[in-house]
């Protein structure tokens, strides 16, 4: 039972890893490309912020998921928290609408309508897609901290909050002080390069702790042998 919960908390963090490299590659593109973006970028910015979000989604509600759903049979201390659930799907969702409209926006009869609408279009998902990241990381670092701390890797839960903080910081109290089109690469570096760095790490750090609990059980073998 415990080389299955593991195994399958690994693979999650396995496809948690591939997701941050995907965000961590988005504001990596954006931040060379700020104040503004130009035709086509957005299908890029789109396609990286829906893959790295799919993938979000999927390790948390499948292999994570199973994984503490077999755990949560030992102990009821890992028990998936409802709160962090319910705020990660409802930021990943937003999220992902904000990700398909970016794709939508390069493609020519929708993007030229919307701007002969007037719209400061571009502004408006981007204000969208930071409120839906904040909330999607707030459920996630819910999720990945607990986790982190019952599994004894106490360090990896500092990371995870302190990915939240920088984004929080870089999101909502930086372009209150500076102009928003100055500030936009410190926002970037800041709520997107910095957080998703952070994320990155925390994730690979979990990775190899779950891959030392797997080492350190006892062989199935022995498990099942009577003593």
């Known amino acids: 039972m415990g080389h ?4 399958k908390l690994r693979k999650g963090f396995q496809y948690l890893t591939l997701g941050a490299t995907s965000l961590l590659a988005e504001a990596i593109l954006l931040l060379f490309k700020v ?9 890029a910015l789109g396609i990286l912020a829906l893959l ?3 993938l979000y989604f999927y390790a948390v509600f499948r292999p994570i998921g199973d994984g503490l759903a077999v755990l949560t049979a030992v102990d009821v201390g890992f028990a998936l928290s409802y709160v962090g659930v319910a705020l990660a799907l409802i930021g990943l969702a ?41 909330i999607a990381l707030t459920g996630a670092v819910w999720l990945f901290a607990s986790l982190a701390y019952k599994l004894g890797v106490r360090p990896v ?13 870089g999101t ?33 750090s979990m990775y190899l702790a779950l891959g030392k609990k797997l080492r350190d059980l006892p062989s199935e073998y022995s498990e099942r042998r009577p003593a």
């Open 4 to 7: 299955e919960a593991y195994g």
């Open 35 to 43: 104040p503004y973006l130009p035709s086509g970028q957005e299908v």
């Open 52 to 54: 790295g979000t799919l």
């Open 94 to 134: 937003i999220s992902v609408f904000v990700s398909l409209t970016f794709i939508f926006w390069a493609i020519p009869p929708f993007g030229e309508a919307l701007l002969r609408s007037g719209l400061p279009t571009v502004f408006i998902e981007l204000r969208v897609a930071f409120i839906g990241h904040i």
């Open 157 to 169: 839960a500092f990371l995870y909050i302190l990915s939240l903080v920088l984004f929080i910081v």
């Open 172 to 204: 909502i109290f930086l372009p209150r002080f500076v102009d928003i089109l100055e500030a936009a690469p410190l926002v970037v570096l800041t709520g997107g390069v910095l957080t998703y760095l952070l994320q990155l790490v925390g994730h690979v």
